[in-house]
């Protein structure tokens, strides 16, 4: 099928947020209020955060102000992996904090088991399912790269299951697979709007103060307390948790350290019984295939197929509007490499196609930080993985706002700033180089040009 056919009735709106089932807003924030803890952002970092803060100290009085929708955002547009790497995948934390990987792999499996148990603890029905990850290789050039992550993995006492061409093809049946590598208890999938909205009742039954519709415009240091300015009112608190992700921040030095990404994703119409088997996919697990420009995929629970990634869009000045959420262009070509990777699905059609903005930073995984004398804490640059890494980050900003040391917080990873983005109009360039150089190493069977080595060296390597 040609995919403008395909997409023909596709809504222009997040699957995920497209139910009937969405919960009322809560209202805005109107008048001056107090608190112990101020959260700005209502996705996942700040979800995480405001519930643990109760957790942590029930008596503690938390607002939680979002100027949206709570999971209106990148919450509730992503793909639903819920990974336990908390550094955008062992290559890259390998890379980037050899001395304290393993350390780093056990605490993200921890918070990914604690995830779980704090779903289960809060009745959060989110349709978590732990299926694993699954690595396909679509050329010869990518298998190299599968067995050096196995090797590390082994030698971390992960092990991942290696797969040919023929047992690839036997858990997910594409013909561009050459191999794959599977991470079987590393990643559960999950519905991420109904994740955000459970998050959001369990802070509510815990007695979090949420207002929803209530952007922060300003952000003083007035003596003892922060104030935070909204259109209605405003709130000053004791300590102020920032997560705000790509949208403009109230602390400028953080302007230097994120850029703001689009990501773009389908969904298909569900799949009958004859399609579904026609594929397999009889473990569910969530796909990613292994170039650096990737894609990214899964199953619903209705066994529709969520097709994502490839391009990832970067407008120049680092302009971040509301028109920018659809692009055709990207649409089609998403559409015409999903009937490329399943063309015995020819005929399927898409029900919804969306794109948003991310985070990213220059090591493609969260940093943190405090400011105004360790009184504000912020998580950023998650790069699309942080669905689970967010609860991580959390529980980093409430521990450097306790003041108190912790094996969190003595981590190189949490004491260390990315290295900072150059200011515009080189920001720009740089970025489009290197996206530029990506494209044509896919092209070129993974070999890196002068400019991605370069960036190699300096620690700064692209490959996603």
Same mark, same amino acid.
């Given at each position: 099928m040609h995919p403008q056919r395909a997409l023909a009735d596709a809504e222009r709106r997040s699957y995920w947020l497209d139910r009937p089932a969405a919960p009322e807003p809560l209202p805005r924030l109107t008048g001056q209020v107090t608190a112990g803890?101020?959260?700005v952002g209502g996705g996942f970092t700040g979800l995480w955060t405001a519930l643990m803060a109760k957790e942590r100290d029930p008596s503690l009085d938390v607002v939680l102000l979002e100027g949206g929708r709570v999971g209106w955002a990148a919450s509730g547009r992503n793909g639903g992996f819920c990974a336990a790497s908390l550094t955008h995948g062992l290559a890259n934390g390998l890379d980037r904090w050899p001395d304290e990987i393993a350390t780093l792999e056990r605490l993200g499996r921890e918070n990914l088991d604690e995830i779980e148990a704090s779903l289960v603890r809060h009745g959060v029905d989110c349709s978590f399912e732990r299926t694993g990850e699954l690595q396909a290789a679509t050329e010869e050039w990518q298998l190299a790269g599968l067995d050096e992550t196995a090797r590390a993995a082994r030698s971390l006492g992960r092990p991942l299951v290696r797969l040919d061409r023929e047992e690839v093809r036997a858990e997910v049946d594409s013909p561009t697979y050459v191999g794959g590598l599977w991470d079987r208890e590393g990643v559960a999938m999950v519905d991420p709007a109904r994740l955000a909205w459970g998050l959001r009742d369990a802070c509510v039954r815990l007695g979090v103060r949420v207002a929803e519709q209530t952007p922060v415009r300003s952000l003083r240091d007035d003596g003892p307390l922060l104030e935070l300015r909204t259109p209605h009112g405003s709130v000053r608190a004791r300590r102020v948790a920032l997560g705000t992700g790509a949208f403009p921040p109230l602390l400028r030095r953080l302007r230097h350290f994120l850029v703001p990404v689009y990501d773009y994703v389908?969904?298909?119409?569900p799949l009958s019984a004859e399609a579904l088997a026609a594929v397999g996919w009889r473990n569910r697990q969530g796909v990613g295939d292994s170039a650096n420009q990737f894609h990214y995929y899964r199953l619903t629970d209705d066994n529709r197929i969520l097709w994502g990634g490839y391009d990832a869009v970067y407008h120049n000045g680092g302009l971040v509007r509301p028109e920018y959420d659809q692009r055709d262009a990207t649409f089609e070509k998403l559409a015409g490499h999903f009937f490329d990777?399943?063309?015995?699905?020819?005929?399927?059609?898409?029900?919804?196609?969306?794109? &948003?903005?991310?985070?990213?930073?220059? =090591?493609?995984?969260?940093?943190? /930080?405090?400011?105004? *004398? $360790?009184?504000?804490?912020?998580?950023?640059?998650?790069?699309?993985?942080?669905?689970g890494a967010t609860r991580f980050g959390a529980n980093v900003m409430l521990d450097l706002l306790s003041g108190r040391e912790t094996e969190r917080t003595?981590?190189?990873?949490?004491?260390?700033?990315?290295?900072?983005?150059?200011?515009?109009?080189?920001?720009?360039?740089?970025?489009?180089?290197?996206?530029?150089?990506?494209?044509?190493?896919?092209?070129?069977? &993974?070999?890196?040009?002068?400019?991605? =080595?370069?960036?190699?060296?300096? /620690?700064?390597?692209? *490959? $996603?």
């Open positions: 803890l101020a959260v389908l969904m298909t119409e990777t399943f063309p015995q699905l020819e005929g399927v059609r898409f029900t919804h196609r969306w794109g &948003g903005v991310i985070d990213t930073c220059s =090591r493609f995984s969260a940093f943190f /930080g405090t400011a105004y *004398d $360790s009184r504000l804490a912020y998580a950023a640059g998650y790069t699309g993985l942080g669905v003595r981590l190189g990873m949490v004491r260390r700033m990315p290295v900072p983005f150059p200011p515009e109009p080189v920001r720009s360039a740089v970025i489009q180089l290197t996206r530029w150089s990506i494209a044509r190493a896919d092209s070129r069977q &993974g070999r890196r040009n002068v400019w991605l =080595r370069a960036l190699d060296a300096m /620690g700064l390597g692209f *490959d $996603s």
